[in-house]
């Protein structure tokens, strides 16, 4: 896909027409794809401040694109060809193991905890910029995101016909995906605790923008659906599945505290003397893993795609159980 100005390396504003591939793609991704190297939060502060246009009007970054319309870029005052990000060598070969399946539609990895699915927001790049450069040629989309200290399974489109068939099953509730977490507190029966409270965004003393539940009337809240499962207890703890029927933000982190029950590991909502007994007995990151995944595809496929529990955090629950067990003899 060409844009009309056909000097790449001249500044000014430039043109890019919407062809039959990108039929249906929403701006924001359509431009992170067409203006490589160009920094995310410059693409999305130019969407909002209506300098992007679509057909001669002002863009929004979930807008879906339509073949035949044409998108207008101002001035971007920089090169108009961008070279794949560097990303270091070790990256790379982390993210070529944490491979679990591909065929000619997805592609699905076991994320490792740290790595965020994208760049921006001072970030350099993320799993979707690195993947494009293991698998220039396959068109890589982000199929649905997780949390940057959440491990597990990541499904990766190739191409516009699997990425709306997976987006269709996200919008229709028709996506099942279950967590495991270890949270805080013991359950005082094996009854799973629903947590249906609206997520919002608040800004917290220091500044920094923060997921919230309840606010009930405030039009910035959205819908969060989650269901926790209790599995196993370890000590003062609880090994649960999560089963949720939305994606919102940080949304099992958030409802883990709204029932009472945080995320071990969550520095954000979690609980500060907790987080710091398991670190002594080796939690070095958020404890929430993204088990399982099912939907069906576009040809009426059944995907389920599955990542084992990380050995970081089986050593954590036999280091939990172990101390318990000690004390008890004591």
């Not at 989309?141 to 491990?151: I, M, P, Q, V």
């Amino acid at each position: 896909m060409k844009s009309r100005s056909s000097d790449a390396g001249r500044s000014g504003p430039r043109e890019f027409p919407v062809d039959a591939r990108a039929d249906g793609q929403r701006l924001d991704n359509f431009l992170l794809r067409e203006l490589r190297g160009v920094p995310r939060g410059l693409l999305y502060r130019l969407i909002r401040k209506g300098a992007i246009r679509v057909d001669g009007r002002r863009g929004s970054a979930r807008q879906r694109l339509a073949a035949g319309s044409t998108v207008r870029v101002p001035d971007l005052d920089r090169p108009q060809t961008a070279d794949a990000p560097d990303i270091p060598p070790r990256v790379l070969e982390r993210l070529r193991a944490a491979i679990l399946f591909e065929d000619d539609d997805y592609l699905v990895l076991d994320k490792p905890s740290g790595l965020a699915v994208h760049g921006g927001s001072g970030l350099a790049f993320g799993i979707i910029e690195a993947m494009r450069v293991l698998r220039p040629d396959a068109g890589l989309e982000l199929g649905h995101r997780l949390d940057r200290e959440t491990s597990g399974c990541l499904v990766l489109a190739k191409g516009r016909e699997p990425l709306q068939a997976l987006h269709e099953a996200l919008r229709t509730g028709q996506v099942d995906k279950r967590y495991l977490a270890l949270l805080v507190g013991r359950w005082k029966d094996d009854r799973p605790i629903h947590c249906d409270a609206p997520l919002g965004r608040d800004r917290g003393e220091d500044g920094r923008r923060r997921v919230s539940a309840g606010g009930e009337g405030d039009a910035r809240q959205r819908a969060a659906d989650s269901l926790f499962v209790p599995l196993e207890a370890h000590g003062a703890f609880q090994l649960a599945e999560v089963r949720i029927g939305t994606g919102r933000t940080h949304q099992i982190r958030v409802h883990g505290r709204e029932i009472g029950h945080p995320v071990a590991g969550d520095h954000e909502y979690g609980l500060p003397d907790a987080n710091r007994r398991l670190r002594r007995l080796g939690l070095k990151r958020l404890f929430l893993h993204a088990q399982a995944l099912r939907f069906t595809d576009g040809r009426g496929e059944e995907r389920i795609f599955s990542a084992p529990l990380p050995d970081e955090l089986v050593a954590v629950l036999n280091s939990l159980d172990h101390a318990t067990e000690s004390a008890g003899e004591e």
